[in-house]
């Protein structure tokens, strides 16, 4: 992975600049000792490292502001930082960076129930956004997997799903505001308590900019009541397309699930092996839940079955109850571990079109043969968003170069049946060289032009999104 | 001319040697007027990919909206943000085209719970000021890739570019509807009764006042609409009845095209604020004399004044400056229209942002020029 050369000038002013950040900034809210830094050289995505210039933990947006004024004045580069839980790099330093990391801007400024709104410094976790406002009865929608750590900085900045989006959309649906620090230090709101933007929806531009626009600080989220319960069926196919056409069928019939899972014979097999959930042995397996009272739940369950069987599956589970729905989500929500049980994994994030499920996943497997790497899917079937695992040895010379290589085929694959390469982790660093086989360069300038509008001397988080080559006169003028 | 392709509407766009007014079908005719050529989305149509077994819908811009509402409903599916219908409010005629939809974001009472136009919008195919084609986003419900100029585009009203095709996700028509009705409580009571049903668990998909009558719309399957009706009765509210079927419906669709204002003259604002500031905001505007409407539960306020003098604007946004929200003209004469700012003035960093969009966008300030300010 190729990053841009540390600008040298940078480096060596490292000591005025951090002097410059500490006079803004309370005592230990900036990390410069090099053995400290490492904290910080990568995000989730651990195969690059590089440690950062400093690091700096501001406690409120004005700080924020004071830190970005700074670096605009010294030229140097920002790479903003949530959790440090993204899968793609989005978070990765440069030698010359300073990384900004939101950690702790983490109160609940506002919580309004008549209003169905929470306003929150960014830095707080998204599982604890829901904390917040669940003994009321409440809950925030979005729940990417890294639920637990991740901070809703960085879900803005990915615009982050989760198992849950087919019924209530991704970050930027359930995202009305926010604060935001510009480039110069300059400190924007946009959005608030009300409905849609009054004029250019600057909102929606935002929420999954990867921190290359501004550093959101604060966040109003749409909140919203929890249904009365949730109760899946697990339903097992002897076939990819049998299954993908059974998810077709379901949402055509216009129950709408809130999750369809889907999980592929080998992922089937590890997730046994790893968590013994009981799931059958078979070669496609779709998990399918639905939310409200339990006569509705009977309802809806009722109406899925029904599809279900004209598919002839081999197994068909039912829920009663929620020590039935915990075993179904058991061995789903134990894959990832499993298939980490058993090697290095990749994961990767590509979007499809629901009608080409079965071609995809055969040319997957076709490729996992000629790759001679073992590949697991596992993904949210009904909106398209898979997550094929391939599984490398990171000891292995050679072995991170060829995964690389047929993730990328999987992700060209992708695009070439009317999908896109990332649906909900981002582009970060990982995807930036692909972008090319999505969009053209004219697309892509345009693009990088809207750049130039937020940040005209290219300090945010630089190195990302785009490939390289494409915006090294901006970052280099 | 009719331009029926994306080249040759790209090809007009390099050719114009002054501004240009562009027009979808027309029926949305808001804004400062615009002294420009026209140039229409209308001779680009079709449905080029429909996918109702992945929620799919893919057409070109000048496709009429009523086309593509008709094609869904023959698989049991719609466009479920509901844009409205403007032409009785606005006295304006034609057919509204799916482009003008998207490039207003025209997004009706499911908004509060399902989402705007820019929720539903997948993909975008357009044409910027310079004459070059354009894509952004794509047809799967799932998209990170890149920065989102779909939202961006969408509501845009022409402004940053000329959209030549859109992909939309769309959603099953439900099963059944109903409607909870309650006749003559005061706005504050209304926006209490809407605030507890939308925080409730049963899934309130349309929640407003109108004609004195507050409504709360539960759509699914029978069963379960049935169910939440009487749960809402029973523990939510007071004194509401259930209205079901095609009287259901057209209260809906009566407020979707703010039908009450159709036949009566003055202004039209659409205003946008916290849903529980609406009654005061409506109140503190007495000196106008207001009439009001509120839908999305308090949230959006249709308000009727006279058309005279700045017909209400400067009251309005003084407001709407202390509680935050925004205020647009949607019907006035031509003359207040040029002398008000139709769409709400933006904060000095935010209106240099969106110049400095426009620049990129459109650096020879063609499209549309004025129409959403400077």
């Known amino acids: ?110 919580t309004d129930y008549a209003n169905r709104i929470i306003r929150v410094q960014s830095g707080r976790t998204n599982l604890s956004v829901t904390g917040a406002v669940e003994e009321e009865g409440f809950f925030y929608a979005p729940d990417p997997s890294s ?117 592929d014979r080998p992922c089937i097999r590890a997730t046994e092996a790893f968590a013994g959930a009981g799931y059958p042995d078979c070669e496609a397996l779709l998990i399918i839940e639905v939310e409200g009272s ?40 134990s894959a990832f571990g499993a298939m980490g049980q058993i090697n290095d994994y990749m994961c990767l994030d590509g979007t499809i079109p629901v009608s080409e499920l079965p071609l995809v996943l055969r040319r997957i497997g076709e490729m996992s ?78 693009q990088l032009a809207v750049k130039d509008v937020f940040d005209p001397a290219w300090l945010l988080n630089p190195a990302k999104v785009f490939p390289l080559a494409s915006t090294e006169t901006r970052r280099a003028s | 001319m009719t331009l029926t392709t994306e080249a040759d509407l790209a090809e007009a766009i390099v050719a114009a040697n002054g501004p240009l007014r562009i027009q979808g079908g027309g029926t949305r005719d808001i804004g400062a007027p615009v002294d420009g050529a026209e140039l229409s989305t209308r001779g680009l149509t079709g449905v080029t990919l429909y996918e109702p077994g992945a929620l799919t819908l893919v057409a070109r811009a000048g496709t009429p909206l009523s086309e593509i509402e008709t094609l869904l409903a023959a698989e049991g599916q719609r466009l479920a943000f509901e844009p409205g219908d403007m032409r009785a409010l606005l006295g304006t005629k034609g057919a509204s085209t799916i482009g003008g939809v998207i490039a207003t974001n025209a997004s009706g009472p499911r908004r509060i719970q399902v989402g705007a136009a820019r929720d539903f919008c997948l993909g975008v195919r357009f044409v910027d000021g310079q004459g070059q084609v354009l894509k952004n986003g794509g047809r799967v419900m799932k998209n990170v890739t890149g920065y989102d100029l779909v939202k961006l585009m969408t509501g845009s009203w022409g402004t940053l570019g000329v959209l030549t095709e859109v992909s939309l996700k769309v959603l099953a028509i439900p099963e059944t509807e109903a409607t909870l009705v309650c006749e003559g409580q005061s706005a504050e009571t209304a926006v209490t009764s809407m605030a507890a049903a939308l925080g409730s668990p049963f899934d309130v998909t349309g929640a407003a006042q109108m004609n004195g009558q507050t409504m709360i719309r539960l759509e699914g399957l029978e069963q379960s609409v049935a169910y939440r009706a009487k749960a809402l009765q029973d523990g939510v509210l007071n004194g509401f009845d259930v209205v079901e079927g095609a009287a259901s419906a057209a209260l809906w669709s009566d407020l979707r095209d703010v039908t009450p204002f159709a036949g009566k003259d003055g202004a039209v604002w659409r205003i946008s604020v916290k849903p529980s500031d609406g009654p005061a905001l409506v109140r503190e505007l007495g000196a106008l004399s207001p009439d009001a409407i509120f839908d999305w539960g308090g949230g959006l306020v249709w308000l009727r004044v006279a058309d005279e003098g700045d017909a209400g604007a400067k009251m309005i946004r003084d407001d709407l400056s202390h509680i935050g929200g925004h205020a647009t003209l949607i019907r006035a004469s031509a003359a207040t229209r040029a002398s008000v700012p139709v769409f709400h003035p933006e904060h000095a960093p935010i209106a240099a942002l969106t110049q400095g969009l426009r620049a990129k966008f459109d650096p020879r300030g063609i499209l549309n020029p004025g129409l959403m300010g400077a």
């Open chain 1, 147 to 263: 639920q637990l750590a991740c901070a809703i900085a960085g879900n803005i900045a990915m615009n982050s799903g989760g198992a849950h989006c087919l019924k209530y959309g991704v970050t930027t649906n359930n995202l009305m505001g926010v604060t935001m620090v510009m480039a110069d230090g300059e400190v924007v709101e946009i959005g608030g308590a009300h409905l849609d933007a009054g004029g250019l929806d600057l909102l929606g531009l935002i929420c999954g900019s990867e921190g290359q626009l501004g550093i959101v600080t604060e966040a109003t989220l749409r909140i919203l009541a929890k249904p009365e319960g949730a109760r899946p069926v697990l339903v097992g196919f002897d076939s990819n397309e049998v299954a993908g056409a059974c998810v077709s069928d379901i949402i055509k019939s216009g129950i709408l699930p809130v999750a369809i899972e889907f999980m």
């Open chain 1, 1 to 110: 992975m190729q990053m841009p050369t540390p600008n040298a000038a940078i480096l060596d002013r490292k000591d005025q600049i951090v002097k410059r950040l500490q006079s803004v900034l309370s005592d230990g809210a900036v990390v410069h000792d090099p053995i400290q830094t490492r904290a910080y050289e990568c995000d989730a995505l651990t195969a690059y490292k590089c440690p950062p210039l400093c690091v700096v933990l501001p406690s409120s947006t004005a700080e924020v502001s004071a830190v970005m004024r700074i670096c605009h004045e010294e030229s140097v580069p920002v790479v903003p930082r949530g959790a440090g839980t993204s899968l793609a790099g989005g978070a990765l330093p440069t030698a010359d960076s300073v990384i900004l990391g939101v950690a702790r801007l983490n109160d609940v400024l506002e």
């Open chain 1, 369 to 446: 043969k000629d790759y001679g790497l073992d590949v697991g899917n596992v993904f949210h079937a009904g909106d398209g968003n898979m997550h094929p695992l391939i599984l490398f040895d990171a000891n292995k010379p050679g072995d991170l170069e060829k995964c690389e290589a047929f993730g990328a085929d999987i992700l060209k694959l992708c695009v070439e049946v009317g999908g896109c390469l990332t649906g909900e982790h981002g582009v970060g660093v990982e995807k930036r060289d692909l972008m090319v086989s999505q969009y053209n360069q004219t697309d892509l300038e345009i």
């Open chain 1, 294 to 333: 339990d006569a509705e739940i009977d309802d809806q369950l009722a109406r899925i079955v029904k599809i279900a069987r004209t598919h002839n599956p081999v197994e068909l589970r039912e829920s009663t109850s929620a020590e039935e729905s915990a075993k179904i989500w058991l061995g789903r929500k």
